[in-house]
């Protein structure tokens, strides 16, 4: 069974604008991660956030983390029409090592 | 450069034939993993392997056989037990269990006829 969920499902915004996908759990975690996908290509990991941390950054990435909502979130500032890709959030469960768990994905489409 | 590779990239076949999909990184990790993804779906796990010589299920391994006799490899069987086997199928690997970040290859299509 999926652990994340995000949304929306799909994104259109135009260059240069923010974006904000969300992502949500159900089960207590050990880190959540973020990964891009562009199309017919393998996954890229952007981000981790470990369950101890509430918000974390990498350049234009910002990842916030709330564990009393099971819920994170995944901004791209300044979008870019190479940032066009799938996105997805990944959970790492705690006592469950090795397994990581992938939601559906949220598909960003960024217009020049 | 490190990586992980996997081929082929496309594959085709007969339904009630069994085909193996390749899986080799050089990366040193001790952590592998074969997922399957659906057109506009997520990841799901099929095995993972933490170690060689081991290997779990994940959420879909019906019809689906693995092996992890060297380090750097981890093929997959997709045997004629799945039922739906037209799918991408993702490998990927990681430092170790508890290690955070997975490295993904390039993935294998495939296309049953």
């Known amino acids: 069974s999926q652990q994340g969920e995000e949304d929306p499902q799909a994104l259109s915004i135009q260059e240069g604008e923010n974006a904000t996908m969300n992502c949500s759990y159900k089960?207590?975690?050990?880190?959540l991660q973020w990964y891009r996908q562009n199309s017919g290509r393998g996954l890229v990991h952007l981000i981790l956030?470990?369950?101890?941390?509430r918000e974390k950054h990498s350049g234009r990435l910002r990842v916030t983390l709330d564990t009393s909502k099971k819920s994170s979130s995944l901004l791209i500032t300044a979008s870019r029409a190479a940032d066009t890709a799938s996105y997805f959030c990944?959970?790492?469960?705690?006592?469950?090592?090795?397994?990581?768990?992938f939601g559906q994905g949220t598909e960003l489409s960024v217009k020049p | 450069d490190g990586g992980i590779t996997q081929s082929p990239k496309y594959l085709f076949r007969k339904e009630g034939q069994n085909v193996t999909l390749s899986c080799e990184q050089n990366?040193?990790?001790?952590?592998m993993y074969w997922y399957r993804q659906d057109p506009g779906q997520g990841l799901r796990l099929i095995y993972y392997?933490?170690?060689?010589?081991?290997?779990q299920k994940g959420d879909i391994a019906e019809g689906y056989s693995v092996s992890r006799e060297k380090k750097e490899s981890f093929p997959l069987t997709v045997t004629s037990a799945q039922k739906n086997p037209t799918a991408f199928y993702l490998c990927a690997s990681s430092l170790d269990r508890e290690a955070g970040e997975l490295f993904f290859g390039e993935g294998s299509r495939l296309t049953v006829l």
């Open positions: 392997s933490q170690i060689v010589n081991d290997f």
């Open positions: 990944a959970t790492r469960r705690n006592n469950q090592g090795g397994k990581l768990i």
């Open positions: 089960t207590s975690i050990n880190n």
């Open positions: 990366l040193n990790h001790d952590a």
């Open positions: 956030i470990r369950s101890n941390e």
